[in-house]
């Protein structure tokens, strides 16, 4: 996580300002739809690609020992003119659209696989947990790359002086690549090349492979039968879309509503908004454990719902609260995204049991939830263009109104609000918990002692949620 988040903070957090003085309107929204579509069907794609080739976790490492480097190399040349290009330009609009399609591609077969290697190391909650505290601990790391590039970065570089910045992500991405060559060597222990291999051993690839094999549109509408899967997917697509408009636009707001606090102050507060999440994923570690990971879910949504009606309360007057409430909003945001790595998995042991695969299909599981989620990415900053442009304003530029910083107030603490709301009625309804969700682990690791379950087992996991429900009636 270490080289993705390092190069991904700079990426999410530039490229609007970057590029809005190269394309105008019709070329950034023209380059936003190709990406959208681009960004939704990359990730079932790969996932599905990922998923049938031989193995466990050596399935996975490939895409980031190769993935990733190439990754780094699009990053630092996405920042470069190509000579020749004028605003409003084909050759720049075309220049924007190929440089979202690469960088998103490359990111999709990096991070996809990635996060599918979880549910393929252990089935464990506090192993799970573990690892997902490394993975942040690597990104505390890279994500102090937000705190120097704000400072490299000016409304002058914008105009063309953007060397500094430049060379500064030349070094990032020489950084992020030793970052992913090192985690693909490292990242299975001599534990997952003998539980791999006994996979192979015992037959599981080899049963697999005698199975009639399932197209991708059938793995697809198998999943959508999930009531829990379907609830996080909606959970899910609300929460990138929020985070992506937080991460896109945050430094635009910061310094447009807080134009009186230093630069220093403002580049404090943005790279804090990245890093503080990471640390509070960390910190969080022993309340998933101990209260799952739904509840610790459900606390953030409360807790969001709370920090909006207070901002709301105390209004657009005073900039270091609009400052503490960015990054207290962000923390919030940013670790139901850290942490949903930990909901998909046990979704994926699920799926395993319910479908009785040998395998598991983590990333096509991951990729379908991407299909309906991404296009958020790609919403999030053009709804943040047309509120920045309203005023008369720029997106990299300033002379905003007063109605328009109001707007921009608005935004950064109403949908907040409203989104948490939202999420925090589908996210009730989530069941994979408690005593079912321990049924589930239970049957995953029956599965890869005994190679499979019966049909009653299915049955009964299937009829688990009703009758916990039935059950609990009836004690009330």
């Not at 939704?40 to 790969?46: C, E, G, V, Y």
């Not at 909650?125 to 573990?130: C, F, G, L």
């Not at 990971?293 to 105390?314: E, P, Q």
Request: hydrophobic share 45%; proline share 3%; glycine share 10%.
């Amino acid at each position: 996580m270490f080289g993705s988040a390092a190069i991904n903070n700079l990426w999410v957090t530039y490229y609007i300002q970057f590029f809005s003085r190269r394309v105008n309107t019709q070329w950034f929204y023209i380059g936003q739809v190709v990406y959208m579509l681009w960004n939704s069907f990359n990730d079932p794609l790969f996932g599905w690609i990922s998923d049938a080739a031989p193995g466990l976790t050596r399935r996975r490492t490939p895409a980031i020992k190769y993935g990733g480097p190439l990754w780094a190399i699009v990053f630092a040349m996405a920042w470069q003119d190509l000579g020749g290009e004028e605003f409003g330009s084909i050759s720049a609009g075309l220049h924007f659209t190929m440089v979202l399609c690469l960088y998103d591609g490359l990111l999709t077969l990096v991070e996809l696989n990635h996060a599918a290697l979880m549910p393929d190391l252990t089935t464990s909650t506090e192993d799970r947990t573990k690892l997902n505290n490394a993975s942040a601990a690597g990104a505390i790391l890279g994500s102090l790359s937000s705190f120097f590039g704000h400072m490299y970065w000016s409304q002058d570089a914008q105009g063309g002086g953007v060397g500094p910045f430049r060379r500064f992500s030349t070094v990032v991405a020489l950084l992020a690549t030793i970052g992913f060559a090192f985690s693909a060597e490292k990242v299975c222990t001599d534990a997952d090349r003998h539980r791999e291999s006994k996979l192979v051993a015992e037959g599981g690839e080899a049963s697999e492979r005698k199975k009639p094999p399932l197209s991708m549109a059938t793995v697809v509408r198998q999943m959508m039968k999930h009531k829990n899967f379907g609830l996080f997917t909606l959970v899910s697509a609300l929460q990138v879309f929020e985070c992506t408009f937080e991460k896109n636009f945050l430094s635009i707001f910061v310094d447009l509503l807080m134009q009186d606090v230093s630069k220093h102050t403002r580049s404090l507060i943005i790279s804090t908004s990245f890093v503080l999440p990471w640390i509070v994923t960390i910190l969080l570690a022993p309340a998933v454990s101990r209260f799952g990971v739904r509840s610790v879910i459900i606390a953030s949504f409360c807790l969001k719902v709370l920090l909006g009606v207070i901002a709301l309360a105390v209004g657009l007057k005073r900039p270091l609260f609009i400052g503490a409430f960015a990054v207290m909003t962000r923390v919030f945001t940013e670790c139901v995204c850290r942490l949903g790595p930990l909901v998909l998995s046990d979704l994926v042991d699920e799926d395993k049991v319910l479908h009785s695969r040998a395998r598991t299909m983590s990333a096509m599981f991951i990729g379908t939830n991407s299909f309906f989620t991404k296009p958020g990415e790609s919403l999030a900053p053009m709804l943040g263009w047309a509120i920045v442009n309203s005023g008369g304003g720029q997106v990299g530029g300033e002379g905003l109104g007063k109605g328009v910083e109001s707007t921009l107030f608005y935004c950064l603490v109403g949908g907040p609000l409203v989104v948490a709301s939202v999420q925090l009625v589908f996210w009730n309804m989530y069941s994979l918990h408690g005593s079912y969700l321990q049924r589930i682990k239970d049957l995953v690791n029956n599965m890869d002692v005994e190679g499979g379950v019966g049909d009653s087992e299915i049955a009964d996991v299937v009829d688990w949620p009703q009758q916990k429900g039935h059950h609990e009636e009836k004690m009330q």
